[in-house]
């Protein structure tokens, strides 16, 4: 599948064919460049590819899938909507919220998953008074409101302090627990793909491809105690010698 | 601290502009300024108290052609803004055009507004039209222009529409550039109406001063210049006002003391 135009275009990924089960959570991880975010872009519709084909379910995609919720790097939140009305954004633009738009009842449900988040408190403040990690949160609720089938997360952590980011994969383990959504999920952060997902694909790059479909054998839900065990360090440790290699 | 805020705001500017006057007064009387060069800020009031009736029934018309006329400017403003903002087409097309427009000094439109529509209210009005919706176009296509492809990202990830697009994102990350442009239109919609007037007219602020000065009653010209300087703070702050009630988002810096 080629990326971008006429001569500039990029053979971006090669074939690639990641079999994602219903309420897995895969992290697609690799060195930068490799095609991590142009594969979740064009998976979500937003890129049609160049060249090539991607099906999704046996079906060609042709635009944006309704069933996808997106969150990225920056939260990408409307500054001049406060919380609960970023979150209730996808509920004015997706069927068959939009033709029944019941503004209390939607309200009370952006609020209760708001509450999941832990940003009880702050569903009233606008984006600038919300801090990185707050921000995040509210981007993540604003993915889900609409019950996607599956949430396409592009590095939803990559701007925020280590802290700051080892809360907010408990509350990405707690909601994908809770809520049973597929969760496909590009990182860098190869302890983030370890802790949070049942499989792991490696990519290397130019052209993108996978190179390694590594199924974690840990015991799920993790605590981020798991994180400093030696299980958990030999799978990063392998993971991460892949990406340093030549293929 | 709210009262010392208060003193600051509404205090210097009244004590400057009262500095202003005396000295003018001052210079005035030191210098023995002849009344048909420069009369002092005395004689102007007096004038302004003393023909208050003209004054008052010409600052009105000068008043509702300036509205009129930047209301049809924001209409209208408005939707080329949109349009143009809308399609790359629409605004390789119309923006050139428009420059050209901009560029034609509207003094020299009123002879031919008032050839068209005779003397009165229509020709000011036309002209503090033409002269203040540029800004507006303008403003209003850089907001729709420079909206981050990454709030777009967010709506076209849904499926949204390109009327969706620009409905939830596109139009109020826009407002902020309109009502900036608005404080710009208005003081310039003042400046087409008063031109106009002067131009050629029967009523008005403008034709008041130029009657006044065909007159030699230079004190009444320097009160139609008060009045027309009373007016525009009055028009910049209404719009500024507005502004701030609908895009204090934008201005969180400042709200957020």
Same mark, same amino acid.
């Given at each position: 599948?080629?990326?971008? @135009?006429?001569?500039?275009?990029?053979?971006?990924?090669?074939?690639? =064919?990641?079999?994602?089960?219903?309420?897995?959570?895969?992290?697609?991880?690799?060195?930068?460049?490799?095609?991590?975010?142009?594969?979740?872009?064009?998976?979500?519709?937003?890129?049609?590819?160049?060249?090539?084909?991607?099906?999704?379910?046996?079906?060609?995609?042709?635009?944006?899938?309704?069933?996808?919720?997106?969150?990225?790097?920056?939260?990408?939140?409307?500054?001049? @909507?406060?919380?609960?009305?970023?979150?209730?954004?996808?509920?004015?633009?997706?069927?068959?919220?939009?033709?029944?738009?019941?503004?209390?009842?939607?309200?009370?449900?952006?609020?209760?998953?708001?509450?999941?988040?832990?940003?009880?408190?702050? =569903?009233? %403040?606008?984006?600038?008074?919300?801090?990185?990690?707050?921000?995040?949160?509210?981007?993540?609720?604003?993915?889900?409101?609409?019950?996607?089938?599956?949430?396409?997360?592009?590095?939803?952590?990559?701007?925020?302090?280590?802290?700051? @980011?080892?809360?907010?994969?408990?509350?990405? @383990?707690?909601?994908?627990?809770?809520?049973?959504?597929?969760?496909?999920?590009? =990182?860098?952060?190869?302890?983030?793909?370890?802790?949070?997902?049942?499989?792991?694909?490696?990519?290397?790059?130019?052209?993108?491809?996978?190179?390694?479909?590594?199924?974690?054998?840990?015991?799920?839900?993790?605590?981020?105690?798991? =994180?400093?065990?030696?299980?958990?360090?030999?799978?990063?440790?392998?993971?991460?010698?892949?990406?340093?290699? %030549?293929? | 601290?709210?009262?010392?805020?208060?003193?600051?705001?509404?205090?210097?500017?009244?004590?400057?502009?009262?500095?202003?006057?005396?000295? $003018?007064?001052?210079?005035?009387?030191?210098?023995?300024?002849?009344?048909?060069?420069?009369?002092?800020?005395?004689?102007?009031?007096?004038?302004? $108290?003393?023909?208050?009736?003209?004054?008052?029934?010409?600052?009105?018309?000068?008043? $509702?052609?300036?509205?009129?006329?930047?209301?049809?400017?924001?209409?209208?403003?408005?939707?080329?803004?949109?349009?143009?903002?809308?399609?790359?087409?629409?605004?390789?097309?119309?923006?050139?055009?428009?420059?050209?427009?901009?560029?034609?000094?509207?003094?020299?439109?009123?002879?031919?507004?008032?050839?068209?529509?005779?003397?009165?209210?229509?020709?000011?009005?036309?002209?503090?039209?033409?002269?203040?919706?540029?800004?507006?176009?303008?403003?209003?296509?850089?907001?729709?222009?420079?909206?981050?492809?990454?709030?777009?990202?967010?709506?076209?990830?849904?499926?949204?529409?390109?009327?969706?697009?620009?409905?939830?994102?596109?139009?109020?990350?826009?407002?902020?550039?309109?009502?900036?442009?608005?404080?710009?239109?208005?003081?310039?919609?003042?400046?087409?109406?008063?031109?106009?007037?002067?131009?050629?007219?029967?009523?008005?602020?403008?034709?008041?001063?130029?009657?006044?000065?065909?007159?030699?009653?230079?004190?009444?010209?320097?009160?139609?210049?008060?009045?027309?300087?009373?007016?525009?703070?009055?028009?910049?702050?209404?719009?500024?006002?507005?502004?701030?009630?609908?895009?204090? $988002?934008?201005?969180?810096?400042?709200?957020?003391?």
């Amino acid at each position: 599948m080629a990326y971008g @135009r006429g001569a500039a275009a990029v053979r971006a990924i090669d074939e690639v =064919t990641l079999d994602i089960a219903r309420g897995e959570f895969i992290a697609v991880v690799g060195p930068s460049g490799c095609g991590k975010s142009s594969l979740m872009r064009l998976i979500s519709g937003l890129h049609p590819p160049a060249s090539g084909t991607l099906t999704v379910e046996g079906k060609p995609v042709a635009g944006p899938l309704k069933s996808v919720g997106m969150a990225f790097q920056n939260s990408n939140l409307l500054p001049w @909507r406060n919380a609960i009305e970023n979150v209730l954004l996808p509920l004015e633009i997706v069927e068959p919220y939009r033709s029944n738009f019941d503004r209390p009842r939607f309200a009370e449900k952006a609020k209760d998953l708001l509450h999941a988040v832990g940003l009880a408190g702050f =569903t009233e %403040k606008h984006p600038w008074e919300l801090s990185g990690g707050m921000q995040q949160r509210t981007s993540i609720c604003r993915a889900l409101i609409h019950e996607p089938e599956m949430l396409l997360l592009d590095e939803p952590f990559g701007a925020l302090d280590a802290f700051t @980011r080892e809360e907010l994969w408990c509350v990405l @383990r707690d909601l994908q627990k809770a809520r049973k959504v597929t969760v496909m999920l590009v =990182t860098h952060d190869l302890r983030e793909a370890v802790f949070l997902a049942d499989t792991v694909y490696v990519m290397s790059s130019r052209p993108g491809r996978i190179v390694r479909r590594c199924a974690v054998p840990l015991a799920r839900p993790r605590e981020l105690e798991v =994180t400093y065990t030696q299980p958990f360090q030999d799978i990063v440790h392998e993971l991460r010698s892949l990406i340093g290699q %030549k293929h | 601290m709210e009262q010392r805020e208060l003193a600051i705001r509404v205090g210097s500017p009244a004590l400057f502009t009262i500095v202003v006057f005396v000295a $003018w007064e001052i210079a005035c009387k030191a210098f023995n300024v002849p009344l048909a060069i420069l009369p002092a800020p005395s004689e102007v009031f007096g004038a302004l $108290w003393q023909y208050r009736k003209p004054i008052l029934d010409n600052s009105w018309v000068t008043l $509702w052609t300036t509205l009129a006329g930047f209301g049809i400017a924001t209409a209208f403003g408005l939707a080329l803004g949109i349009a143009i903002g809308w399609h790359r087409a629409i605004y390789a097309g119309v923006y050139p055009v428009l420059i050209g427009f901009n560029s034609v000094p509207k003094v020299a439109v009123v002879p031919v507004l008032i050839l068209w529509f005779g003397l009165g209210e229509i020709p000011a009005i036309l002209t503090a039209f033409l002269i203040s919706f540029f800004p507006i176009v303008v403003n209003v296509a850089t907001g729709l222009a420079t909206t981050e492809p990454e709030l777009e990202d967010v709506l076209r990830a849904l499926g949204a529409s390109k009327f969706d697009v620009m409905r939830k994102v596109g139009i109020p990350r826009s407002l902020p550039y309109f009502f900036g442009s608005l404080k710009v239109a208005i003081t310039l919609a003042f400046v087409g109406a008063v031109v106009s007037e002067t131009v050629g007219s029967n009523k008005g602020i403008g034709k008041l001063m130029l009657d006044a000065q065909a007159a030699f009653q230079v004190p009444i010209v320097f009160a139609g210049l008060i009045v027309l300087a009373v007016l525009g703070i009055a028009l910049y702050a209404a719009t500024a006002v507005i502004e701030a009630r609908f895009t204090g $988002w934008a201005f969180r810096g400042q709200a957020n003391r």
